[in-house]
């Protein structure tokens, strides 16, 4: 049995800078992997890459057995990989129940006749999109939010709020992109809570993460990168260790004094 | 023949391109389409007309009257009506440029008395030069040769001084800019006075070459010169002058061919082909997607 | 009451609202284009051009009843739309601006070069079919539309579309044939309004239909504030009167006019209803008269 994602061999280059360099990785079904690794070791670019946003130079990304390298972004959402921005991109000004509401666009059908003529079909199908949108705010604790504007809630709400758009799109993968930056420790715990909410609806997770505390306590696997290359996978524990980690986030200096 | 229409052309297009340099620049700063350089343009061409032909005026001193009035005029425009829209909506300063450029061909027409053209009267003997199978007029030449000193001036301010050295930092990140201690404010009066210096100077130039100055006259030369300046990539200095010779060529030609009646559409026919295959123009470069 | 008979009846007035009511469909279409889905559209003015020479020229020639011919001009102003759009909605922001500006002056010089248009003199000999009534039954009826339009899901994609792009193609939105189904849209609606306008003209002239006429629309949807149904209407009613208003002043009437909207963009740079939800306050101001008629 082949692993839900499979990332193989990922370059990427823009202009002279190679910004991922044969990049490999799995990720198994009903997991929680993380990706780490200094600013600019390339992890928001392979999120791009995922999401269809970049395509790579080389390598192929396959998806539930299907080569999805190179396919437009919301063919890729709709074949089931949403995912969260690391600078937030909401709707600022819509409301958090419509932001929500338009992540459930691709599993409906209704065009403009149905919005004009707005038949049996087309109601009963806002019913159903009215229910999953409350459902997923209902996972991010936002439910008392839903008429704001998004561009009136804290921080940490917002990034509540792109989760819950995310999983609005029923994903089987969820690409969570640093959802812990810019969060006091209360807010941590709580999105932590939340993402395990997530893991046991069955959902698998990628995230990028900078908070080692998080990446540790809710991961089964972490793969570490820098500069573009891959240089470390396995459990939190085993990489924690890994002295190639350690010097790329301190500086083989730091290592060599160590040991 | 062929060679003629070329050097019409160019002559034609060097005009476009001392607009074109005022919406590139000013476009390359606050990222705003100034439909009232257009206007700039047309009270360039008035002003010198009024010091030639009432005041008896050596032609290039009217020029720099034309220049000394167009900057302060410009300047004010900016301070009134886009500075304060700086931080709005995209579409808020276009539609108070529109707004200016409406008050100012009205107010042009009622100083004026009527919207009809005035001509330029002969202020330069107009003798032809023989250069082969090419033959010059001297208005051809002292547009050549005024656009072309313009020009290369212009590239000296941008490249070689403190202050366009600023202008490009300011063009390259706003925020950053005024972050590193350049007064943003005065770096975007500045790049409205050089615009609209070059403009007054194209102004006098084209109403003495067409020999007719009248209100609306900014409204189809500002919206050429304008596609002259995406043509050659907008934000770009060196695509401006480009792209206002490109235009001027093409469409010189395209009349030459029989074309006449279309003259008004060969500019935009050409922006349309360029954007679509180059979307930031011939010199601007490409755009990267940033998530 | 006999004055207000007056206005009622008076030809010119009627007129004059006839007119208000073409403009406003014009406008409400360009409100999905830019105000709803938030792409720049230079050149509306060049759609209502080729409705209202479509639907004339059928009208002139193969006799077709109006209503046929007003669609007709509706459709070849959306099938237009999506030749332009197919290609350039590509573009982003200014660019797309640019393009279609260029557009609507090559559809100007093209219908001054044409010979079955009349030329730069014009086509005449369209009959009178246009009346007030018909006008605001399109008028109603354009806007019962587009409120559908905006409370359903390819609303919701249109909104999405115009507040963050990236983010709406990663929410599974094809952003691309999105933008030209929104832009099909709009130039339908400005073909219509401008096979009205010829049905009530009688004649039409390629002159009529300048970048200045797109520059008036756009100012339609955005001085009364972009993206509200209510700011659209409120904008088309306000500036197609000011100039009758100015009348007063005669010869300063485009003075006044251009500075004018210089002031308003200045002082309500989101336009007169820009941030007002004029449903919202509506219903609150309903809500507070019941409460004191309770009391």
């Known amino acids: 049995m082949s692993a839900l994602l499979e990332m193989k061999d990922i370059t990427i280059r823009f202009g002279g800078l190679v910004a991922l360099d044969g990049v490999s990785f799995d990720v198994e079904e009903k997991k929680v992997v993380a990706l780490i690794g200094p600013n600019g070791a390339g992890k928001s670019t392979v999120f791009n890459v995922i999401t269809g946003i970049y395509t790579p130079t080389s390598g192929k990304v396959i998806f539930r057995n299907e080569d999805i390298t190179g ?82 809630l804290s921080y940490g709400e917002q990034r509540r709020v792109e989760i819950a758009r995310a999983l609005a799109s029923d994903p089987v993968l969820l690409l969570l992109d640093e959802p812990a930056a810019g969060m006091n420790p209360q807010e941590k715990q709580t999105l932590m809570w939340m993402v395990q909410r997530i893991r046991r609806l069955g959902i698998t997770i990628l995230l990028v ?24 996978s396995g459990p939190p524990s085993e990489v924690q260790r890994d002295a190639q980690v350690i010097a790329a986030y301190l500086g083989k200096e730091v290592v060599r004094e160590c040991s | 023949m062929l060679l003629q229409q070329l050097v019409n052309g160019l002559t034609l297009g060097t005009t476009y391109a001392l607009i074109a340099l005022g919406y590139t620049m000013v476009y390359g700063i606050i990222q705003l389409i100034n439909f009232a350089h257009g206007e700039v343009y047309m009270i360039g061409a008035f002003v010198g007309l009024i010091m030639v032909a009432v005041y008896k005026v050596n032609f290039f001193l009217a020029m720099l009257v034309a220049m000394a009035v167009c900057v302060p005029l410009a300047v004010l425009i900016e301070r009134v009506a886009y500075r304060p829209l700086r931080k709005s909506t995209r579409l808020a300063p276009l539609i108070s440029a529109l707004g200016v450029s409406i008050f100012l061909q009205t107010l042009v027409t009622l100083i004026k008395g009527s919207p009809n053209p005035l001509a330029f009267p002969q202020v330069i003997q107009d003798t032809v030069y023989v250069l082969g199978p090419v033959k010059f007029s001297t208005i051809q030449v002292i547009i050549l ?147 | 009451m006999d004055a207000v008979l007056d206005v009622l009846t008076n030809p010119y007035y009627i007129q004059v609202m006839t007119m208000v009511g073409i403009s406003l469909i014009a406008a409400l279409g360009l409100h999905l284009i830019t105000g709803i889905t938030g792409q720049f559209s230079f050149g509306h003015a060049a759609f209502v051009s080729i409705g209202a020479y479509a639907s004339a020229l059928l009208t002139i020639h193969l006799h077709l009843p109006f209503i046929l011919s007003m669609l007709a001009g509706g459709l070849a102003a959306a099938l237009c739309g999506i030749l332009l759009g197919y290609p350039s909605l590509r573009l982003t922001g200014d660019y797309l601006g640019i393009t279609t500006l260029g557009f609507g002056e090559i559809v100007r010089v093209v219908f001054i070069n044409m010979k079955i248009t009349g030329g730069a003199s014009g086509l005449t000999g369209i009959p009178r079919e246009t009346n007030i009534f018909i006008v605001y039954v399109v008028v109603v009826l354009t806007i019962w539309g587009m409120y559908r339009i905006q409370n359903s899901r390819f609303g919701r994609a249109l909104t999405a579309i115009r507040e963050d792009e990236i983010a709406a193609e990663t929410m599974g939105i094809n952003t691309l044939l999105y933008k030209i189904k929104s832009f099909a ?54 500036l197609s009167l000011a100039p009758e208003f100015l009348r007063f002043v005669q010869e300063y009437r485009m003075l006044i006019y251009g500075a004018l909207m210089v002031f308003m963009m200045i002082f309500r740079p989101n336009g007169l209803l820009g941030g007002v939800d004029v449903v919202r306050l509506l219903r609150s101001c309903l809500a507070r008269l019941k409460v004191r008629r309770a009391s």
Do not use: W
């Not at chain 2, 109403?207 to 030369?221: I, K, L, R």
């Open chain 1, 71 to 152: 396919l437009k972004p919301y063919l890729i959402t709709e074949r089931g990989i949403a995912r969260t921005f690391q600078n937030i991109r909401l709707f600022k000004n819509l409301s958090v129940l419509d932001n929500v509401k338009i992540g459930c666009h691709c599993r409906g059908r209704a065009g403009i006749f149905g919005a004009l003529c707005r038949h049996p079909g087309v109601r009963a199908e806002e019913k159903i999109i009215l229910e999953k949108s409350l459902n997923a705010l209902d996972v991010v604790d936002l439910t008392g939010k839903r008429a704001e504007l998004a561009k009136n």
């Open chain 1, 209 to 232: 993460e900078h908070d080692m505390k998080f990446v540790m306590s809710l991961s089964d696997r972490v793969d570490v990168l820098d500069y573009g290359r891959k240089i470390a």
């Open chain 2, 145 to 291: 040769v005024v656009a072309s000193l313009l020009m290369v001036f212009l590239q000296f301010i941008v490249k070689y001084t403190k202050v366009g050295k600023a202008m490009r930092a300011t063009s390259e990140d706003y925020e950053t800019a005024g972050l590193m201690g350049i007064n943003v404010n005065s770096i975007v009066s500045f790049t409205f006075a050089l615009g609209a210096a070059l403009a007054a100077a194209g102004g006098v130039l084209v109403g003495m070459y067409f020999n007719s100055v009248h209100p609306f006259m900014g409204v189809s030369v500002g919206l050429k010169s304008f596609c002259a300046a995406v043509v050659g990539g907008i934000g770009s200095i060196p695509g401006a002058m480009l792209g206002g010779i490109f235009i001027g060529i093409v469409e010189v030609l395209g009349v030459a061919a029989g074309f006449d009646t279309y003259k008004e559409a060969i500019a935009f026919g050409l922006l349309i082909l360029v954007l679509l295959f180059r979307p930031t123009g011939l010199l601007g470069l490409p755009i990267q997607r940033k998530v």
């Open chain 3, 185 to 238: 849209i709009g130039t339908f609606f400005a073909g219509i309004s401008g096979s009205l306008f010829a049905h009530m003209m009688q004649y039409l002239n390629p002159a009529d239909f300048g970048f200045s006429r797109s520059f008036e629309i756009l100012n339609f949807v955005v001085l009364g504030g972009l993206g509200s149904i209510p700011g659209t209407i409120l904008g088309t009613v306000v």
